[in-house]
């Protein structure tokens, strides 16, 4: 299972970008995807992250960031308004899944996952 993300580049203050991640592999259900990111010198951090139950945002990006999904696509979107230059970091997707326990295994014979895509560069200049 790989998670693969694009979308990230440079945006002025104010502007916009929006992320894209597909998951993509042998998957029986994916519970969760979301959005994290990592400033130089900081904790990895959640941005945004969204399930079939709850919609959840960081304090700082909420009325400015949008995460969305297309469950038929296995792609979870995250659009970026409104950007700051604090919001310059590394984002990472992040997905739960449910998996086969072996190769060719039926849904009775499953299991979790968390999987992590590689990172995407965001930067915003002030």
């Known amino acids: 299972v790989q998670l693969q993300a694009s979308g990230g580049g440079l945006a002025q203050a104010g502007g916009s970008l929006r992320l894209s991640c597909v998951a993509s592999g042998s998957i029986f259900e994916i519970n969760s995807m979301g959005w994290y990111r990592q400033a130089p010198g900081k904790e990895r951090e959640m941005v945004a992250s969204v399930s079939r139950s709850y919609t959840n945002y960081a304090d700082s990006v909420k009325g400015r960031f949008t995460i969305s999904r297309d469950s038929t696509k296995n792609t979870v979107f995250l659009q970026m308004n409104s950007l700051k230059p604090e919001d310059t970091a590394v984002y990472y997707c992040?997905?739960?899944?449910?998996?086969?326990?072996?190769?060719?295994?039926?849904?009775?014979?499953?299991?979790?996952?968390?999987?992590w895509g590689q990172g995407t560069l965001v930067t915003v200049s002030s």
């Open positions: 992040n997905s739960a899944l449910k998996v086969p326990e072996y190769s060719g295994a039926p849904r009775s014979r499953s299991r979790y996952l968390e999987v």
